[in-house]
């Protein structure tokens, strides 16, 4: 039987973030119940197609806490009645401040969550309110303590760096208040203003000032030496964590491992293949409406496909890729395929070769998008 993580996307929220390009609704009580009949079902047809046994679900969005606490109880009570869940699995579910309270905590970890992401992005007022959110920073400060009271210890915290007319003092009080709180978990994001955004339509129109990249570049260096100051672990690119407390969903991802998802606009990977499912609400429901998984494209992946996302994903990953892994998973040398390039790098001091494994350098990690696409052979 073969193993995957298990995506899960919840589309709807309150309203759309100025930065966010995810895809996600306003809520609609109509629409709402509609797109939840659909995800059962959608349950019952990837079992019937995959019969999967799921190592770790994560549960995304939009925002899955605008559920109520029963909804999602019963889209995980589908999956265990559906899915062979293996005992003990990471279950995460993305949180907004604002969209929780005690009642709702408790019957989701009652279901099985056992792991909270909360959507902070800042710890200033001034800033969540320039960027669309919702929430205030004692709201986010509030629902961390309930989720502890309610018995969560497994939590971490999204924020997000290099916002418009950020300072570093800014980004340094933010980061300071999110180490106060402790979260075993930190994943701490720089800015990339993306297109079908506000914040890149405002871009165009002269209305928003982006820092410039080297204060970016001050505040990701800021970010490594406190969090590691405070005791937690960088394992990749954008995330920190206190010892055994790294994501193990996110960890499939990089692995280029085999996941598989469920919702609108959901990706996955099954190991022959990507796909991604109807981002459409509406093409969404009625392809599964009419007893057909709901996917709108799906691509073979060759060997030199896979080999190079698992270049440029593992390398994320702090500890990098391992030679012998590389090596049973491909049937070819790692130095078979990118002598030129891994020798190259290394002279750069960009990667690291060391205990038969190939790593990023912090000179590598800082110019990582220009190194990673020269792993590309097509």
């Known amino acids: ?21 995810f895809n996600s609704f306003a809520v609609n009580q109509a629409l709402k119940e509609r797109y939840l009949f659909a995800l059962h079902k959608e349950i019952e047809l990837l079992a019937e197609k995959y019969s999967p046994q799921i190592k770790s679900i994560f549960i995304g969005g939009g925002t899955p806490t605008i559920l109520e606490g ?23 579910i993305e949180a907004n401040p604002g969209t929780v309270d005690k009642e709702k905590l408790t019957l989701i970890k009652k279901a099985g969550v056992n792991r909270l992401s909360f959507g902070v992005q800042s710890f200033n007022d001034k800033m969540l309110e320039k960027i669309g959110r919702i929430h205030t920073a004692q709201e986010a400060i509030n629902n961390y303590y309930l989720a502890k009271e309610v018995g969560f210890n497994n939590i971490s915290l999204d924020l997000i760096f290099a916002l418009p007319e950020q300072s570093l003092e800014d980004w340094q ?44 570049l001050e505040m990701y260096n800021f970010t490594k030496n406190l969090l590691e100051s405070k005791g937690y672990q960088q394992y990749e690119i954008s995330n920190f964590a206190h010892r055994g407390y790294e994501s193990e969903h996110n960890q ?82 790692i130095y078979d395929i990118y002598n ?30 220009q190194v990673l696409a020269e792993f590309i052979l097509t």
């Open 340 to 369: 030129d390039e891994l020798n190259k790098f290394s002279q750069q001091k960009l990667i690291i070769i060391a205990n038969d494994r190939i790593a990023l350098t912090w000179q590598g990690i800082l110019l990582a998008n």
């Open 173 to 216: 009080k933010t980061l300071l208040q999110a180490c106060k709180l402790k979260p075993n978990h930190l994943s701490t994001y720089n800015l990339k203003i993306e297109e079908d955004t506000p914040f890149y339509q405002m871009l165009n129109k002269g209305e928003l000032n982006p820092i410039s990249e080297e204060l970016d």
């Open 1 to 21: 039987m073969k193993e995957f993580g298990l995506y899960i996307h919840i589309p709807f929220c309150v309203s759309k973030c100025y930065y966010c390009n």
């Open 70 to 92: 029963a909804q999602i109880a019963k889209i995980l009570d589908k999956c265990y009645q559906n899915f062979d869940i293996k005992e003990d699995i990471e279950i995460t």
């Open 252 to 333: 499939v991802y990089w692995k280029n491992e085999t996941y598989l998802s469920l919702g609108a606009g959901a990706h996955f990977y099954d190991g022959v293949g990507r796909g991604y499912n109807y981002s459409s609400l509406e093409e969404y429901c009625l392809s599964i409406e009419e007893g057909r998984l709901p996917v709108e494209d799906y691509q073979s992946l060759t060997k030199e496909d896979e080999i190079e996302e698992t270049m440029m994903l593992g390398l994320r990953l702090i500890k990098g890729i391992g030679l012998k892994e590389f090596k049973d998973r491909f049937g070819a040398s």
